[in-house]
């Protein structure tokens, strides 16, 4: 497995605590077994308001695919996008968080006329990497033209503030990680680090710090050590002062470089026992661990303090206060240190103490050292790659075509379904063959939705070529099952990601033998259709073709855990076709997408073709379908229809087009071809009939959902209306006749329709919703596809790449 530690570079570069934390967890997870682990690093200034944005930026540009999992734990290297994202939270940028000034505003109301599309951005409730870009090139756009002025860009200031939220809040969001955990609880229980709802595990960090072997220099007097920033939250002046106030005469020596070095160097100037170091090396570091009488660290709010575990693993008291954060996490008063109130003679008391009694501090040592000694580098590697511990359950599914933009059913039904469960907590990447790329892509459709799009190369291009000149039929499909072996871009995709998923799902069978030789044992099979009656239809000329096709979808309906279908009759015939048991087999129809398909009464419609421009009385009908055998003969009858009346207007929509071409067509009938969704939705607005005179096919329709969805009256097949349970004459006009049909239904009054049409619609909204459907969907999960609930939420260990559970 590869991993990825992605991490910025401070400029100017300074070494301290995550560059520790950074190079042992490196280190550790290379000494792993099957595990080579690589730190990757991207400068990362932090001068101004435009050098922070340009840093998330970079992050954000990152493309890390080629890494099994990446790890990340501080702004703004979590702002990369990968399906595997472990965050291991050392802190946020703090000075736009918790340590923000309480003298400074946080509203930007301010800005809602000045930058209204910025304004809108930042002020979104559940933002999304969508968001992100346009917000990416809003702010360019805002640079370039000059538009802030010196208090808009003031760092600290509340527009830095709300930008780097916005960002934090994409980055850090379910289904951007897979697992949450932070260095200590002082971290993971900071208001706005985490989203909501979500309690990150804390795993405690260890040092590089070669530590082992250093024994204490015996010709040196013990001193009082410390190492630290020398910067303000430190609190090293305090300890300056509180060391003078105890007059005791051992030496205080302080490892570190920082912007206050010059105002501490002031401060002791008249105090020959303390010392500055400066920065030293990691040899001497250790040495003066050693050397240690004991080890005072006196931070505010610290997020962990790697001084406090090297103090301690080097067997010495830590001396630290009550607000100290996440060293007192560690440290114990009175049993392997001294916590006191962060009050100048509180802390030299405890001084005082320390040094009088070399006894206290040795014991109190002997215990900090029994505390610490089971946090190691080994035992965190291994526990932050624990797969139990993922926050969301993980769905792959495999499919031989793009499913985005949503153009045909077979792509309606993926987008709405999966993007229905990513709702609903589960994380899903669907790893599709695409033509358009030459490299594998991700896209996000959602914030816990990814497609992965898998070039299918020049190897597979050229047979394709040649198998479509042959049969006369387009066969991508079939060609990917027929030759896996010329597809190892997918097949190592599966490969690579199948460790880290609960469930597989093979969409159509054309995957199912590219999915054996990635080892996959086990998988959902969702069955679009009866692919085996679908294709006998297509492949007439070719009946070997054919029986192929059937004995691969009989392979792997048979092999599957689970086998969906669309529609009960579907179910009912590959029982029978295939001799499989029923309770195999469960029932997701085709949905409608509700929430973004507005219906219209028939007064609706005409008010609608007026706005277009048409007469209202004008009458069109619509039909929507793909380059398919049953939408083909559908057609057919249309034509049929539109000869014996040309009052009538056909509008025909989809790859449909490609067929009837060179066709003698009727003036009244017009093919648009594949339009955008957004014309789609115009036409189910303007159309007067919805028709579906399917006489064979598999599945269900889509295009009849969605026409009751949007009000329009329906003619159809009673074949046509399979999956579903619309009745005759109450949600839609029979079309054994076409042109009779299409006759019957200009007869009927606007009250008439508007009362079958409301009954279908509601029928639809309340049955055939996707997002409905995808609660079904997940009900199937977690109760009949698993024996039981909690294993459908387990995946795999990762050095089982082959096995799935259930």
Known sequence: MKVAIVAPSGVPFVWGGAENIWKGLWQALNQQENITAELIKLPSPEHDFWAIIQ??????????????????????????????????MQHTLRGLYDTYPENLIKNI????????????????????????????????????????????????????????????????????????????????????????????DVL??????????????????????????????????????????????????????????????????????????GHISEQQLAQEYANALFIPFIPKHEDFGLITYEAMIAGKAVLSCTDSGGVTELVKNMKNGLIVNPDCDDIAGAIQKLCSDPTLCYQLGQSAYNTVKEISWPALAKELLNLQKQYQPKIMVLNTFPIYPVIS?????????????????YSIELLNLDFNTSTVQSRHLNKNFIEVLIPVGDKFRKKLRTEEKRLNISCVDWLAARHPELLTEWQAEIKRRAPWVSLIVCSHPY????????????????????????????YQRHPEEAQQIKELELQCARGA????????????????????????????????????????????????????????????????????????????????????????????????????????????????????????????????????PMLNGSGSNLKLIEYAAAGLPIISTKFGVRGTRFETG?????????????????????????IMTNKAMEYVKNELSWQGLADKYSHEIKNNIFKNKEESLQPPPVNQTSSLPG
Request: glycine letters at 4%; one cysteine or more.
């Open 409 to 425: 059913g077979g792509q309606a039904r993926l987008y709405h379904l999966y993007s229905g469960l990513s709702m609903l907590g």
């Open 730 to 754: 109450v949600h839609y006009i029979n079309a054994e006749f076409l042109p009779a049909a299409v006759a019957d239904t200009l007869k009927k009054t606007d009250l008439q329709l508007d």
């Open 109 to 200: 109301d301010y800005l809602a006329k000045k930058l209204p599309d910025l304004y809108h951005l930042l002020t979104l409730k559940n933002p999304d990497r969508i968001n992100l870009t346009e917000c990416f090139d809003e702010l360019k756009n805002i640079k370039k033209l000059q538009i802030l002025n010196k208090e808009d860009t003031a760092l600290p200031g509340p527009l830095l503030r709300a930008i780097v939220h916005f960002f934090d809040s994409i980055a850090l969001a379910p289904g951007q990680i897979m697992r949450y955990t932070a260095i200590a609880h002082e971290v993971a229980s900071r208001q706005e680090y985490f989203p909501d709802k979500i309690k990150p």
């Open 55 to 88: 840093s998330y930026q970079n992050f954000a540009k990152l493309d890390l695919n080629h890494f099994d999992l990446v790890i990340s734990t501080k702004y703004p290297a979590w702002m990369i996008s990968h399906p595997r994202h472990i965050l291991f």
């Open 561 to 692: 855990q689970h086998i969906i279908c669309c529609s009960h009759e579907d179910s009912t015939r590959m029982q029978t076709l295939y001799k499989l048991p029923a309770h195999k087999f469960s029932t997701i129809a085709n949905g409608a997408d509700t929430q973004n398909i507005k219906y219209l009464d028939q007064a609706g419609r005409k008010e609608a073709r007026v706005k277009m421009g048409l007469d209202p009385t004008n009458n069109i009908s619509l039909f929507m379908g793909s380059n398919h055998g049953p939408n083909i003969e559908a057609v057919e009858q249309i034509l049929i229809a539109a000869k014996q009346d040309l009052s009538l207007h056909y509008i025909i929509l989809g790859s449909i087009a490609q067929v009837f071409k060179k066709k003698n067509i009727p003036k009244n009938v017009r093919f648009l071809g594949t339009v955008s969704q957004a014309e789609k939705q115009l036409w189910l607005q303007i159309a007067s009939i919805g028709l579906n």
């Open 511 to 538: 995957a199912y033998p590219v999915m054996k030789q990635a080892g996959i044992k086990k998988w959902l099979y969702e069955a679009h259709n009866v692919e085996a009656d679908l294709k006998a239809q297509i």
């Open 204 to 277: 405690y960090h260890p040092s590089s710090l070669p530590q082992k072997d250093v024994i204490a220099n015996t010709q040196t007097s013990p001193a009082i050590f410390t190492a630290s920033r020398l910067d303000t939250p430190k609190r090293i002046d305090l300890l300056i002062k509180a060391y003078c106030k105890s007059g005791v005469k051992t030496p205080l020596r302080i490892a570190g470089t920082g912007p206050q070095s010059t105002e501490l160097e002031q401060l002791i100037r008249n105090h020959p026992s303390i010392s500055l170091l």
